[in-house]
């Protein structure tokens, strides 16, 4: 279940901050569960400590990007 297995990566990342396969399964628990920044943060996480690693950046191109901002419309009066 997704609650016990980001509650053991969760400790395994306090044991070992550095081991970029616990980051990795972090970011895969949260897309599961589509908190999508958290997801982005840890897969992150795993390429500083593991830089070019396959896996995270598979994981990391399943997110989706975050939409723009519209543009401004320039015509458009300042709010007060």
Same mark, same amino acid.
């Given at each position: +279940?997704?609650?016990?297995? @980001?509650? !053991? $990566? ?7 901050? /550095? ?7 972090? #970011? ?5 569960? /589509?908190? $999508? /920044?958290?997801?982005? !943060? &840890? =897969? !992150?996480?795993?390429? @500083? =400590?593991?830089? #070019? +690693?396959?896996?995270? =950046? @598979?994981?990391? @191109? !399943?997110?989706?990007?975050? &939409?723009?901002?519209?543009? *401004?419309?320039?015509?458009? *009066?300042? *709010?007060?």
């Amino acid at each position: +279940n997704l609650d016990d297995a @980001e509650f !053991r $990566l969760r400790m395994l990342i306090r044991l070992y901050p /550095k081991h970029p396969h616990a980051w990795i399964g972090l #970011g895969m628990v949260m897309i599961a569960r /589509k908190n $999508l /920044k958290e997801a982005r !943060r &840890a =897969l !992150r996480r795993a390429l @500083e =400590l593991d830089p #070019g +690693n396959s896996a995270a =950046l @598979e994981q990391l @191109e !399943r997110i989706p990007r975050p &939409a723009a901002p519209p543009p *401004s419309d320039p015509h458009a *009066s300042p *709010s007060a």
